[in-house]
């Protein structure tokens, strides 16, 4: 069962960091949109950087 969520919430799988909420329904909380960390981790730190 989830609890309330807010946008920046770490989602953890396996007690491992595996993204973050984005965005929550405000209609329906048990339902939102989330990111990668590996895509967030691209984005702040360039693709190409990390094939090194």
């Known amino acids: 069962m989830l609890t309330s969520l807010v946008s920046g919430s770490p ?20 339902r939102g ?9 691209k984005q702040a730190v360039g693709e190409h950087q990390l094939e090194q």
Do not use: C, K, S, W
Request: negative net charge; proline residues 3%.
């Open 11 to 30: 989602i953890l799988q396996n007690g491992r960091l595996v993204g973050a909420v984005t965005h929550v329904l405000v209609n329906d909380p048990t």
């Open 33 to 41: 949109y989330g990111i990668l960390a590996e895509n967030m981790l």
